[in-house]
């Protein structure tokens, strides 16, 4: 991102924190009514801690190569940030503290709700107009083997992202790339030069260090920025580095949930959101749900199924039922049988739930039994897991941790029928991605995607 556009981002963001700021004051005017010295001294602090809070949260990084949901869940956190640093600056700015309270809550909601909004049309109006070859980044890639091929996929598919790959070199020849082989590395410099390349990107394997060593070099005496894509993901998508005396060490497979305290926070959130949630929504949608599947279908309310937790620990997971009650998961050859579309098996109103993701809801149940989280990798039942378990790789990982409602590779699309081991694969290596890399925050995020997704439907649920 140019740095014309990352002022013009931060001074939106300051005009509509202006904005939020004088309304919350004139509703609640915390120091008398109209612009005083203190109000307005206060007013500089509040753009102030925008600014850092959004340093602490890293709003103003690439923003168009993240998603909408952490996009916003960022957004969240930088308001959080600021709102802190705001609540210490009334403490000594304000006469009232009654009036600076509510003042507070005022200024903070008007944020969640104007900030999220801006964001939204910022993305849209930078993928849609200046990132239509207008001022993508110049990019060489150095590595023209599967590593190298990959990421030109990233690029090329997302173009968003604000690259345009000039390029490759490698010192074997690769005639099937035609105009985008540029030459040997030993001509790196020169084009460079000839391409006017501002980025460049190594995908080298491990092995290649002098010749890494080599690009760096060159990159950093031509005052280009260079970036090394470290080809440790065929172990791990996620490796921690540390120093042991002054020796780099690489550690493979980081598990965050490891850690007995994070475990313990992630459990006390399930708590606290499934019983908010069984309060003020499902306290009125089960009924709902409950007489529509009486009245649509016969047989029962609910559908209970074995399914492998935490540990291959086998868990009762609940489900609202959504098939005719005389459907089978197994057939006479003993396979399991996925929904598919158009599955005859489905009823009408069954459809709708699958569709809106409600049948899953209630999993919360499992949730406060402890046997599932509200985000994890998503459970399969005992037969697609025995069927699973041989062909996919790393299968068994995903039972590193709780299972849950929903997870990294269901907001991603990743649901619905796996016939293919290929297609259970890619969906197996976004929950190992998400166990390798949690947060709350990564939490945060699905849960908030996953509600998009269920307002807009999901083209793989049947």
């Not at 004139?26 to 850092?52: D, E, H, N």
């Not at 952490?70 to 304000?94: D, N, R, W």
């Not at 993701?357 to 994890?376: C, T």
């Amino acid at each position: 991102m140019k740095r014309s556009h990352y002022i013009s981002r931060l001074a939106i963001d300051i005009l509509l924190v202006t904005v939020c700021y004088f309304i919350a004051k004139k509703i609640f005017p915390y120091s008398g009514t109209g612009l005083s010295l203190r109000g307005f001294i206060l007013y500089v602090y509040a753009a102030a801690f925008w600014y850092f809070a959004a340093q602490v949260t890293f709003l103003y990084n690439e923003f168009l190569s993240r998603s909408l949901s952490k996009e916003i869940v960022t957004v969240i956190k930088t308001i959080i940030v600021q709102g802190a640093f705001m609540v210490i600056a009334l403490f000594f700015a304000s006469r009232n503290p009654l009036d600076a309270k509510y003042f507070m809550f005022a200024f903070a909601a008007l944020e969640l709700l104007v900030l999220p909004l801006a964001k939204y049309l910022t993305r849209w109006y930078y993928a849609t107009t200046f990132y239509k070859d207008k001022i993508q980044t110049k990019l060489l890639i150095a590595g023209a083997g599967a590593l190298g091929m990959d990421f030109y996929k990233l690029v090329n598919d997302n173009n968003k992202l604000g690259y345009k790959v000039e390029g490759f070199i490698d010192d074997e020849i690769k005639t099937d790339l035609n105009s985008l082989y540029l030459g040997k590395i030993a001509d790196f410099e020169k084009i460079l030069v000839e391409k006017h390349i501002e980025e460049v990107v190594v995908a080298l394997p491990n092995t290649a260090a002098d010749k890494i060593k080599h690009i760096v070099d060159v990159s950093d005496n031509n005052a280009i920025r260079v970036k090394v894509i470290p080809d440790y993901f065929k172990l791990s998508q996620n490796v921690a580095v540390s120093t042991m005396g002054n020796i780099p060490i690489v550690s493979i497979r980081n598990i965050p949930l490891d850690d007995a305290e994070l475990r313990a926070f992630k459990r006390i959130f399930d708590i606290v959101f499934s019983v908010f949630a069984f309060l003020f929504i499902f306290s009125w949608l089960f009924p709902i749900i409950m007489i529509a599947i009486k009245l649509s279908s016969k047989g029962s309310i609910f559908f209970i199924q074995e399914r492998w937790g935490i540990n291959n620990k086998k868990i009762a997971c609940y489900k609202f039922r959504s098939m005719e009650m005389s459907s089978k998961d197994v057939n006479e050859n003993g396979i399991y049988q996925q929904a598919v579309k158009d599955d005859k098996r489905v009823t009408k109103f069954g459809k709708f739930l699958r569709k809106t993701n409600l049948d899953e809801l209630p999993q919360f149940i499992n949730v406060l039994k402890g046997e599932m989280s509200v985000v994890g990798p998503r459970p399969h039942p005992t037969p697609l897991n025995l069927m699973s378990k041989s062909v996919v790789n790393n299968y068994n990982l995903r039972h590193l941790v709780k299972p849950g409602i929903t997870g990294w590779a269901q907001i991603h699309g990743l649901r619905g029928s796996t016939q293919e081991p290929s297609l259970m694969q890619k969906r197996v290596d976004f929950d190992i991605w998400y166990i390798e890399n949690w947060s709350f925050w990564l939490d945060c995020q699905i849960i908030l995607q996953t509600v998009i997704n269920m307002i807009k439907g999901e083209k793989n649920a049947y």
